[in-house]
């Protein structure tokens, strides 16, 4: 994967593993994310030609523009956008409230919207390119603590679905990618069992197999992402009643 490839969210949990592994793989890596020092220190794993290091905040347009602005004129541009940032703050009804409601929209949707509205005219103009945004399977159906969270995951299944249909006669690639419970930070704080709780590095590598296959819908793991892709098809009454037996939140 010899390619100029721009992780936002880089600084740890699936992001850092994409990160390491594509250095690993000798991509030319753009490093960034808000905490600059772990993006360093990532960084400091492969030769200093390799990366750079682009401290990027996904709620600021201009943070987001000057970053690219950077690439563009050390490196011309990029090959692929692995948008992987995000917040997840656990909401139900008797605790929703609009700060943190807005908070994780203004991340999970606004923000890869902003990152793929500033390097999509390039690679229009370029006719190749590749736009990668990591979602959740929380985006599928209504789950619980998701109140916020998985209505903007929901978003971004549309967003890249729309962006695919526009993008794949352009020869651009759109990939959508929906991990289930992968253990990382965010995760960390969960209070509930998580089923098929998968590594940062299996995540890592089921993302990438699946850019380089080409794919546009990457879920995983299967046993986990295919059984919530067969609830979307039962009727509702049929639904709530397995969600409220088997999820024990």
């Not at 991509?27 to 794993?45: N, P, Y």
């Not at 971004?156 to 020869?171: R, S």
């Not at 793991?221 to 919530?228: E, G, H, Q, T, V």
């Given at each position: 994967?010899?390619?100029?490839?721009w992780?936002?969210?880089a600084?740890?949990?699936?992001?850092?593993?994409?990160?390491?592994?594509?250095?690993?793989?000798?991509?030319k890596?753009?490093?960034s994310?808000?905490r600059?020092?772990r993006?360093e220190?990532?960084?400091?794993?492969?030769?200093?030609a390799?990366?750079?290091?682009?401290?990027?905040?996904?709620?600021d347009?201009?943070s987001?523009?000057?970053?690219?602005?950077?690439?563009h004129t050390?490196?011309?541009?990029v090959?692929?956008?692995?948008?992987?940032?995000?917040?997840?703050?656990p909401?139900?009804?008797?605790?929703f409230?609009?700060?943190?409601?807005q908070?994780?929209?203004?991340?999970?949707?606004?923000?890869p919207?902003?990152?793929?509205a500033?390097?999509?005219?390039?690679?229009?103009?370029?006719?190749?390119?590749?736009?990668?945004?990591?979602?959740s399977?929380?985006g599928?159906?209504?789950?619980p603590?998701?109140?916020?969270?998985?209505?903007?995951?929901?978003?971004?299944?549309n967003?890249?679905?729309?962006?695919?249909?526009?993008?794949?006669?352009?020869?651009i690639g759109?990939?959508?990618?929906?991990?289930?419970?992968?253990?990382?930070?965010?995760?960390?704080?969960?209070?509930?069992?998580?089923?098929?709780?998968?590594?940062?590095?299996?995540?890592a590598?089921e993302?990438?197999?699946?850019?380089?296959?080409?794919?546009?819908?990457?879920?995983f793991?299967?046993r986990?992402?295919?059984?919530?892709?067969?609830?979307r098809?039962?009727?509702y009454?049929i639904?709530?009643?397995?969600?409220?037996?088997?999820?024990k939140i």
């Amino acid at each position: 994967m010899h390619q100029r490839v721009w992780v936002i969210g880089a600084s740890s949990g699936i992001g850092e593993a994409c990160a390491r592994e594509l250095l690993k793989r000798g991509a030319k890596l753009v490093l960034s994310s808000r905490r600059i020092e772990r993006l360093e220190d990532i960084a400091r794993s492969a030769d200093t030609a390799q990366s750079l290091v682009i401290p990027v905040d996904v709620m600021d347009q201009s943070s987001i523009t000057r970053a690219y602005q950077t690439i563009h004129t050390q490196w011309g541009g990029v090959d692929l956008l692995l948008f992987v940032s995000g917040i997840y703050i656990p909401l139900r009804a008797d605790d929703f409230n609009m700060e943190d409601a807005q908070k994780t929209v203004d991340s999970n949707i606004l923000g890869p919207m902003r990152a793929v509205a500033t390097v999509l005219p390039d690679m229009l103009r370029a006719g190749h390119g590749h736009l990668a945004i990591v979602g959740s399977v929380a985006g599928y159906s209504g789950l619980p603590k998701a109140l916020a969270y998985g209505p903007t995951k929901a978003a971004m299944i549309n967003f890249c679905e729309t962006l695919f249909y526009d993008l794949q006669p352009k020869g651009i690639g759109v990939h959508m990618i929906s991990p289930g419970f992968v253990a990382t930070e965010a995760t960390a704080n969960n209070d509930f069992e998580m089923p098929a709780l998968i590594s940062a590095q299996e995540a890592a590598n089921e993302i990438l197999q699946g850019i380089e296959r080409g794919e546009f819908d990457i879920h995983f793991p299967k046993r986990f992402s295919r059984f919530l892709k067969f609830l979307r098809i039962l009727p509702y009454p049929i639904y709530f009643w397995i969600v409220r037996k088997f999820v024990k939140i």
